[in-house]
């Protein structure tokens, strides 16, 4: 993904939108044209000329044409619209006309602009733009009212006077071309992030491409690894849930459609790509696009605030591939290790290190800072002989590590995949239920007991009668063998 692929995607949401707002135009616009050829045929349909070339021969020697075009022409004359209105929906035929020829053309040029640009700028580009598409909506608008005769000059003239792109509602939003803001967050990343917040903080629908094709990062010297260092950007939603967002790259599954979706968002836009490096093939792109997403150096994010009430179930992390368990989790230092920018992040131990010094990273940074002391956090890295070998990590990987760690980890709390809260909860109601199962079995198991007893009670009672009754010749109902055996009650 590079600017000229989103500027192409930007043209295909464009190009899919505008076929449905020219087939709302083309409809507006045969609703006025019958308009115009009733009112037509209510100014001369009823003239002689008129009469004649409907009713043919037949009508003209049967009927005087004269006397009834004059009786049909009073009554026709009251139906016709009134030059005011006339003008007012030939006025309307011509914009729409115009309209649906620019439903032709793409996106202007104005449409996308770069970070770098002064914000006032941009907002007035933004608003030009959105003000553009708001006539399309606002002539629609007019269009539907007087075919259905609802507009009424003296009510309505003063609301489509101040119409602009602030009137349309989310679905007519969602249906206008983006406004693309580029930033490159490569370099000057911290006040490019924060002009960011702040364009998304006017509730303009923008949309802004954040690019990065570098996911390193610098660091002080003296940072804690145990602690995350800088912004992320994958947070954004915590702090402006109005936004938007959705951070994603060509190895993630539906990338096209979460692309499309965003850009049809009626809500300020996020988008936080993963970009091509310059001489980069689509090859290399895509596996080192894979292996980002894999080792969630650049995890997949779907926040949007429209899809649900809650804040959790707006967010989304579905895209990301699921590690393999039993394997050694793969990190970032795994990313970096096969990328040429980090390549003097990572040395080879050398002959004098025991084995007992080099600690995975993932171990490394479950240690304490005491524990640390003569220890080297390392990778296993597969060499291309085949063999497995260790290569140790620079204290900024570690860092950086550290602080994608504790990225995806609050990601998946935030999306209730693994909040403390929500376990906690669970192993609550999971103890509890296990309880209450407890004493239903032991309730159980006393009753069926306590069956079992009286049915073996019942069986000897029965016995004992029909041995009475044998050996007595009385018949066995009339034997009470409570006499003999109290503890023993017969069968009613």
């Known amino acids: 993904m590079d600017k000229m692929q989103i500027s192409q995607a930007v043209e295909e949401v464009w190009h899919h939108h505008s076929s449905k707002l020219k087939q709302a135009l083309d409809e ?21 000329e008129a009469l004649q070339n409907t009713l043919g021969p037949l009508g003209s020697n049967s009927l005087n044409l004269g006397a009834l075009s004059k009786v049909l022409g009073s009554s026709g004359e009251t139906k016709a619209l009134s030059d005011e209105h006339l003008k007012r929906i030939n006025g309307l035929i011509n914009l729409i006309g115009e309209l649906i020829a620019a439903c032709h053309e793409s996106p202007t040029p104005e449409a996308q602009v770069g970070i770098e640009e002064d914000e006032e700028i941009i907002h007035a580009k933004a608003e030009a733009h959105l ?24 009510t309505h003239d003063p609301v489509f006077e101040d119409f602009n792109w602030r009137n349309l509602s989310p679905a007519e ?36 491409a954040a690019m990065r094709s570098s996911l390193k990062k610098d660091y002080s010297p003296t ?25 994603s790259c060509i190895a993630a599954p539906k990338f096209r459609k979460q692309l499309f979706d965003a850009l049809c968002s ?28 894999r080792t969630h150096a650049f995890p997949a994010v779907l ?61 490394f940074l479950e240690l304490a800072r005491h524990q640390r002391v003569g220890k080297h956090p390392c990778v296993n890295l597969k060499r291309r002989d085949g063999q497995v070998r260790p290569k140790i990590v620079s ?13 995806w980890k609050t990601l998946r709390e935030i999306a209730g995949e693994d909040n403390p809260y929500v376990k906690y909860t669970q192993a609550t109601m999971a103890a509890e239920f296990i309880e209450q199962q407890k004493v239903v ?9 306590r069956q079992l007893t009286q049915r073996e009670k019942i069986a000897v009672a029965s016995a004992v009668q029909r041995m009475v009754a044998h050996l007595t010749g009385v018949p066995a109902e009339e034997i009470d063998v409570s006499t003999v055996l109290p503890s023993i009650q017969p069968e009613e």
Request: net charge negative; charged share 30%.
């Open 266 to 293: 009626p809500r300020p836009t996020l988008l936080s790509l993963l970009e091509t490096r310059e001489g980069e093939d689509s090859d290399d792109f895509r596996r080192r696009a894979d292996k980002a997403l």
């Open 173 to 208: 939003l969602s249906l206008c071309p983006p406004f693309l803001i580029i930033a490159n967050l490569d370099k000057d990343r911290g006040n490019k992030l924060r002009t960011i917040m702040s364009l998304l903080e006017s509730r303009k629908p923008l949309k802004i």
């Open 395 to 407: 204290p900024a990987i570690v860092t950086q590590t550290s602080d994608y760690l504790h990225l």
């Open 28 to 48: 507006s616009l045969r609703q006025l044209q019958n308009l115009i050829r009733l009112d037509d045929y209510h100014r001369h349909g009823h003239e002689k």
């Open 441 to 449: 079995e032991e309730n159980l198991h006393k009753e069926l007991e």
């Open 131 to 154: 003000n553009k598409m708001a006539l399309i909506f606002r002539t629609i608008r007019m269009a539907q009212m007087e075919v259905h005769s609802k507009y009424h000059p003296a």
């Open 223 to 247: 940072a804690d690894p145990s602690v995350p260092a800088t912004m992320a950007v994958e947070t954004l939603p915590l702090a402006m849930r109005g936004v938007y967002f959705v951070q």
């Open 303 to 363: 926040y949007d605030p429209d899809k649900a009430r809650g804040f959790v179930s707006c967010f989304d992390l579905s895209a990301n591939p699921l590690q393999d368990e039993a394997a050694a989790p793969l990190t970032f230092a795994h990313f970096a290790a096969a990328e040429e920018e980090f390549a003097s992040e990572f040395t080879e131990p050398t002959a004098d290190f025991s084995p007992d010094d080099l600690v995975p990273i993932t171990d």
